[in-house]
């Protein structure tokens, strides 16, 4: 059974930085792995995602976030700079291997349980 395993949250003042980490056991290189994230009041959002080395980013993180892998570890990782006051949120790893890989929560298959970014003014 597939575990995805979330770290690295925490509360930064906007223009600062964090870095998520998510382990994904039983990771295969071409899984769909991403990035997702929902504030309060919202819906669920894909942020970035990552198989095989490619990845994607929603437009409003582009030039600010990065998605990355390593195999060796079985992680992926989700670098966050020059954060702003609308990133807060709950955000979630996912893992997908039923073929497609996007930004919605539909090409997904496991969750982790979430970690909160909190970014202030």
């Known amino acids: 059974q597939v575990q995805v395993v979330e770290s690295g949250g925490g509360s930064v003042q906007a223009g600062g930085s964090l870095r998520l980490s998510c382990v994904v056991s039983?990771?295969?290189?071409?899984?769909?792995l991403g990035w997702f994230r929902q504030a309060p009041g919202e819906g669920r959002e894909g942020v970035a995602i990552i198989r095989a080395g490619i990845t994607y980013v929603r437009d409003s993180v582009k030039g600010r976030f990065t998605i990355s892998q390593d195999n060796v570890k079985k992680t992926v990782y989700l670098q966050m700079n020059s954060l702003k006051p609308e990133d807060t949120a709950m955000y979630y790893c996912a893992a997908g291997w039923n073929g497609g890989c996007g930004l919605r929560s539909s090409w997904m298959n496991a969750w982790g349980q979430g970690t909160q970014v909190t970014v202030s003014s």
């Open positions: 039983g990771y295969t290189y071409d899984a769909c």
